[in-house]
C-alpha cells in the first residue's frame, strides 16, 4: 500500500489515504481540464468517458515529463540562442 499523493493537504489530523499499485490492464478515455496532474493531483476529479477494449495499455505512450522537451529539436523555439 501506499500513500495517495496529494490527499492530506496538510490538514492536521487528517490520516492519508493509501492505495494499491496495479498493473495496467484497460486503457480508458478520460476528460479533464488539465493535461496532466500538478502536484501529482488532478484540480479536478477527471471524468470517465469510455472504456477503449481496441487498445492495449503497452500501444499507450506517457506523456513526457513537464520538464522534458516533448520531440522538439534545436531551434523550434524561438526565444533559444543558436
Excluded at 490492464?25 to 470517465?48: C, S, T
Excluded at 520538464?67 to 540562442?81: C, I, V
Amino acid at each position: 500500500m501506499r500513500e495517495l499523493p496529494g490527499t492530506v493537504g496538510g490538514l492536521p489530523g487528517a490520516d492519508p489515504i493509501l492505495y494499491l499499485p496495479v498493473l495496467p490492464e484497460i486503457v480508458v478515455e478520460l476528460q479533464a481540464d488539465q493535461l496532466r496532474p500538478e502536484f501529482g493531483r488532478y484540480r479536478h476529479r477527471p471524468r470517465v468517458l469510455r472504456i477503449r477494449a481496441e487498445l492495449h495499455p503497452m500501444q499507450i505512450e506517457p506523456l513526457p515529463d513537464p520538464g522534458e522537451s516533448a520531440g522538439r529539436q534545436p531551434g523550434d523555439d524561438p526565444g533559444e540562442r543558436r
